[in-house]
């Protein structure tokens, strides 16, 4: 092969190699887009009534081999912040953990951390850990592990407009108990495998906090309540 030559299937190589990334772009941009799209769609009489949803969509269906695609083209949806909404949240409780060992490349499989094969990485020795429950550091075990945990809720912030009825299902996910208050609604408790529903209607505008009294100071959240 000549230099040529050479040169040419590099070219061609590379113009190939720059139509598969474009492809694969264009894949993601899809994929996320349906997400969002999957996101934000509600269905009922009344949020329908009050959301313009613009979704076209085609069907496709193919009698030889039995199948059937639908490709969903654009979406748009407006929020009216003049009518009222019944507005519905899902909300986790969730700790995050951050595992890892003094020393690099230590596995053991009857201990209950155990991060292998990671960077050795000590504790810090003057961390300002809050006191409340919402963090936990655990001392390093038998082959260095050791385990820094946070509370919170997911989500933890929440936008509604002033005159919704909302409604919030508290659901325990992560941490065996929670007492949680949401501010002028109520106090509750929620173990793991409980929803707990509370519903009021944002009268006011301003900011209602969530709480777990358990957790402090970081398992905290709000609703942000936007005037009319
Ligand atoms: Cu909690």
Known sequence: MNTKTKTKTKTIGMAITAILLSTMMLGISSQNLHYVIGQ???SGTNVGDNYKKNVSGTTNTNTNTNTTTTTTTTAVIQINPSKSLDREFWINTVHLDGMT????????????????????????????????????????????????RSFT??????????GDKVTLHFIGVQGAHHLITVDGVGTFPLLRGQIHTVSFVANSPGIIPFTCHLHMPNMVGQILVLPK
């Open 40 to 42: 934000t769609y509600t």
């Open 153 to 162: 809720f997911s989500p933890d912030q929440i936008v509604v407009n002033q």
């Open 101 to 148: 060992n003094i020393n690099a490349g230590i596995k053991c499989d009857t201990c209950s951390q155990n991060t292998p094969l990671h960077p050795a990485e000590k504790p810090p020795i003057s961390s300002s850990i809050p006191n409340g429950g919402g963090f936990v550091v655990t001392a390093p075990n038998k082959v260095g592990a050791w385990d820094f």
